[in-house]
C-alpha cells in the first residue's frame, strides 16, 4: 500500500531564510505527487503537482519541488520564507492505475512556523 | 470563479443525532472527493464519486456512514447515530476528472457532545 511521510511535524524559520520541508513516498510504480497547504480553519490549496517529465516543478507563492525517484522523494523549497507562508503543508500521493481512483494518500503534516 | 463550497462550515450536534454535510463541487467537476481530517488520524478518505455513481466507499469508517450524489453535482454525506469519535473537519473535494488535481472546499467542522 502506498504511504507518505513528513519527517518533521513541525519546523520553525526566520522571515527571508531558505526552506525545505521533507516528503518520502512509499509506491511501487510512478506516482503522482502533490503538495498542499492549509491556513488555520481553511480548506487545503495545492502548491504544485507532479505527475511526469520534468522532476524540477515550480507552483505557486514561490515554491518549487523536486522529485527523486531514487530516494523516493518529493521535497518542497522556498528561497525566501515571507512571514504569510506560515500555515501546515501536506504531502499527497495517487496511486495511477488500479482501483484507486484519484484517491489522495496524505502525509501527517508539517506546521511551519516563521519568526520575524 | 466558484470554488468548492461546503455547508455547514460547523456543526455541533448531540450524540447519537443524524447529521448531514452538504458539497457543491466547481461546476462541470465530474469527480468529488470526501475526505476527513482528525487529530489523531491525519487526513483520511472516505469516499469516492464519479458522476452519481460510488466506485469506491472503501474509506467510510461504518455503516453509520452513507454518501449520495445526484445530478452529477451535488454530494451529502449523512452520518447516522454520531459519535463522540466522529468529530473532524469533513472535507469535499472536487477535479475535473480522476488523477486531475482535486480542489478542496473549507470543510464542516462537526463535534460531537
Known amino acids: 500500500a502506498q504511504s507518505v511521510t513528513q519527517p518533521d511535524i513541525h519546523i520553525t524559520v526566520s522571515e527571508g531564510a531558505s526552506l525545505e520541508l521533507r516528503c518520502n513516498y512509499s509506491y511501487g510504480a510512478t506516482p503522482y505527487l502533490f503538495w498542499y497547504v492549509q491556513s488555520p480553519g481553511q480548506g487545503l490549496q495545492l502548491l504544485l503537482k507532479y505527475f511526469s517529465g520534468d522532476t524540477l516543478v515550480q507552483g505557486i507563492k514561490g515554491f518549487e519541488a523536486e522529485f527523486k525517484r531514487s530516494q523516493s522523494s518529493f521535497n518542497l523549497r522556498k528561497p525566501s520564507v515571507h512571514w504569510s507562508d506560515a500555515a501546515e503543508y501536506f504531502c499527497?500521493?495517487?496511486?495511477?492505475?488500479?482501483?484507486?481512483?484519484?484517491?489522495?494518500?496524505f502525509g501527517q503534516g508539517t506546521i511551519l512556523t516563521v519568526h520575524p | 470563479g466558484a470554488g468548492v463550497s461546503q455547508s455547514p462550515s460547523n456543526k455541533v450536534t448531540e450524540k447519537g443525532k443524524d447529521v448531514e454535510l452538504r458539497c457543491d463541487p466547481i461546476?462541470?467537476?465530474?469527480?468529488l472527493y470526501w475526505y476527513r481530517q482528525s487529530l489523531g488520524q491525519g487526513l483520511e478518505f472516505l469516499i469516492y464519486f464519479q458522476g452519481n455513481s460510488a466506485p469506491d466507499k472503501s474509506g467510510l469508517p461504518s455503516d453509520r456512514f452513507s454518501a449520495e450524489r445526484t445530478g452529477g453535482s451535488v454530494s451529502t454525506l449523512t452520518i447516522q447515530r454520531t459519535q463522540q469519535e466522529d468529530s473532524a473537519v469533513y472535507l469535499c473535494?472536487?477535479?475535473?476528472?480522476?488523477?486531475?488535481?482535486?480542489?478542496f472546499g473549507d470543510g464542516t467542522r462537526l463535534s460531537i457532545l
Open positions: 473535494a472536487s477535479s475535473l476528472t480522476r488523477y486531475q488535481p482535486q480542489h
Open positions: 461546476s462541470g467537476h465530474t469527480a
Open positions: 499527497a500521493v495517487v496511486h495511477a492505475g488500479g482501483t484507486s481512483y484519484g484517491k489522495l494518500t
